[in-house]
């Protein structure tokens, strides 16, 4: 059983709005950092927001900041990518992470779980 599953993202056009949702399995999310990132083929993999569940504290990459909103649906168990004005430079496949240590939140890395990823598709 994995660990994390995403469900959403898809095809749109540009200027156009997605979701990302990233449920805990079998476990809940409690004083965990969750992070969203994304990955085109050939680059790094970028960190674009993250929530630490056990305070509310977000952060966003600059490229997104106004249009994409991360959040912990407590009832649902899941975190949320919810993604505005969409661009074409916004196109990558996604990746939810998760780990029990609020310090993932600070230095954005060594996530122990994973999502299998989503893919996003912006056209001009």
């Known amino acids: 059983q994995e660990p994390l599953v995403e469900s959403g993202g898809g095809s749109v056009q540009a200027g156009g709005s997605l979701r990302l949702s990233c449920a805990a399995s079998g476990w809940y999310y409690t004083r965990h950092c969750v992070a969203w990132f994304r990955q085109t083929p050939g680059q790094e993999r970028e960190a674009v927001a993250t929530i630490y569940i056990g305070g509310g504290s977000t952060y966003y990459v600059d490229s997104v900041k106004g249009r994409f909103t991360i959040s912990h649906d407590n009832r649902e168990n899941t975190v949320n990518l919810q993604m505005n004005y969409l661009k074409p430079e916004d196109a990558a496949m996604y990746y939810c992470?998760?780990?029990?240590?609020?310090?993932?939140?600070?230095?954005?890395?060594?996530?122990?779980?994973w999502g299998q990823g989503k893919q996003v598709t912006v056209s001009s």
């Open positions: 992470a998760a780990d029990g240590s609020a310090e993932r939140c600070r230095i954005i890395a060594d996530f122990n779980y």
